[in-house]
């Protein structure tokens, strides 16, 4: 369990945000069901995340059959879950910044899709069991990709998991779901987000519209009251992405500010991603901690 690169003080941080997460993916994945509100499940799991001591490490995303990933709900966009949807449920939390990140897939009220499902399962486990110090990217890829085509679905080639540090979900290393030529080895201390996504149509994503999901970009000279709602962001949310539904209470123009942050390349605002075949897209993910002797599973 103990890794050299990574104090107790991390350590114990990093283990508290995994577990965190990975409560409330379970609690997330009990509750949803059909006629059930997109916005009050977040809500809820935003909530446990928050009442066990960790905070929000990007707002939950909800991806609904095509939809792969990068939206979350709002009052004016929420949805309502229907018999037969496959519902990922991506959940980020951290603790003084360092992150715990991981998605599970909830077929509602049928069985059309366990297959998919299990597919991108297995293949994060798999990926899982060869992650140690020296293992390559690519063959981490590898593997993701022969789980996912073995059980006849395709991997979303242009989706990654991501190498993660403190209050930085991306940290440089792109974990694909395809064998690509990245030859960069793992290393241990790293903390990665390992996701496969499994499809039934191209293995691809587009980006669509806005899907209520921001970052912040740089600060720049601008009319008084964006610049309040910009270091009010930056002190409430670091680097991390965030809701405009978690701003409400920064600033009481929020909803005319944050579009204007927009245009002036302050904050930016992730297009939601679909899958280009409009396949329906199953998603499995963990956070790992690598050690000397392979990974601690954080999210379990
Ligand atoms: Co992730």
């Known amino acids: 369990m103990?890794?050299?690169?990574?104090?107790?003080?991390?350590?114990?941080?990093?283990?508290?945000?995994?577990k965190i997460a990975g409560e409330a993916r379970e609690f997330a994945v009990e509750n949803v069901r059909t006629g059930g509100s997109a916005l009050e499940l977040v809500e809820a799991v935003e909530e446990l995340i928050r009442s066990k001591g960790a905070e929000c490490a990007f707002p939950v995303n909800i991806g609904v059959n095509e939809v792969a990933a990068h939206y979350t709900p709002s009052k004016e966009t929420d949805i309502t879950f229907r018999i037969g949807d496959v519902v990922k449920i991506d959940i980020g939390a951290h603790v003084d910044g360092y992150p715990g990140d991981t998605a599970a897939t909830v077929e509602v009220g049928t069985r059309n899709h366990s297959a998919m499902v299990e597919a991108a399962e297995s293949a994060l486990?798999?990926?899982?069991?060869?992650?140690?110090?020296?293992?390559?990217?690519?063959?981490?890829?590898?593997?993701?990709?022969?789980?996912?085509?073995?059980?006849?679905?395709?991997?979303?080639?242009?989706?990654?998991?991501?190498?993660?540090?403190?209050?930085n979900l991306h940290a440089g290393l792109s974990l694909p779901n395809i064998k690509n030529r990245d030859r960069s080895a793992i290393k241990e201390g790293m903390i990665l987000a390992i996701e496969p996504f499994s499809t039934t149509g191209k293995g691809k994503v587009d980006g669509g519209s806005k899907g209520g999901i921001y970052r912040l970009m740089r600060d720049r000279r601008a009319p008084?009251?964006?610049s309040t709602l910009f270091s009010r962001i930056q002190s409430s949310f670091g680097g991390?992405?965030?809701?405009?539904?978690?701003?409400?209470?920064?600033?009481p123009q929020v909803s005319t500010l944050l579009p204007k942050m927009v245009r002036m390349g302050m904050i930016m605002s992730y297009p939601i991603l679909i899958e280009a075949g409009k396949g329906a897209v199953a998603q499995a993910e963990h956070s790992v901690l690598v050690n000397a002797a392979g990974c601690l599973v954080l999210t379990r």
């Open 224 to 226: 008084p009251e964006i």
């Open 240 to 251: 991390f992405p965030f809701a405009g539904r978690w701003c409400d209470d920064l600033h």
């Open 2 to 18: 103990r890794t050299p690169c990574v104090n107790d003080d991390i350590l114990d941080k990093l283990v508290r945000a995994g």
């Open 125 to 167: 486990e798999m990926c899982i069991e060869m992650v140690s110090p020296g293992t390559t990217v690519s063959a981490m890829g590898g593997v993701i990709e022969r789980a996912i085509t073995g059980a006849g679905f395709k991997p979303i080639q242009n989706l990654t998991g991501h190498s993660m540090e403190r209050f």
